[in-house]
């Protein structure tokens, strides 16, 4: 069983950062892509940014491109979302999910977190 613990959401005034970070436990973190979703009040969740295993390879949503970056620490078991530059629209509820493969191309997202709130002030 895969466990996700988020943190480090918040309030913050647009224009602002902040740092999502993701803890996993219950397997071999490295082995598997990683991703962060978000979901706001009446929407569907969406995709905001995923990591393949090594870190090298990223994807964004075109939403996000350019302000936002995931990144991840294979040695202590954790994924980041750094929020730059934050917008109003970016208010939502932060998810940390887990890939079922190494890459992102191929993965599907079987274990979530609970989410973080993020909410941004005009």
């Known amino acids: 069983q895969v466990q996700l613990v988020e943190s480090g959401g918040g309030l913050v005034q647009a224009g602002g950062s902040l740092r999502l970070s993701c803890a996993a436990s219950?397997?071999?973190?490295?082995?598997?892509?990683m991703g962060w979703f978000r979901q706001a009040p009446g929407k569907e969740r969406e995709f905001v940014a995923a990591i393949s295993w090594s870190g090298v390879s990223t994807n964004y949503a075109d939403s996000v491109k350019g302000r936002f970056t995931i990144s991840r620490d294979n040695a202590k078991n954790t994924v980041y979302l750094q929020m730059n530059s934050l917008k109003p629209e970016d208010t939502a509820v932060y998810y940390c999910?887990?890939?079922?493969?190494?890459?992102?191309?191929?993965?599907?997202?079987?274990?979530w977190g609970q989410g973080t709130q993020v909410t941004v002030s005009s």
């Open positions: 999910a887990a890939g079922s493969t190494s890459v992102v191309v191929t993965t599907t997202w079987g274990y």
């Open positions: 219950g397997r071999t973190f490295s082995r598997y892509a």
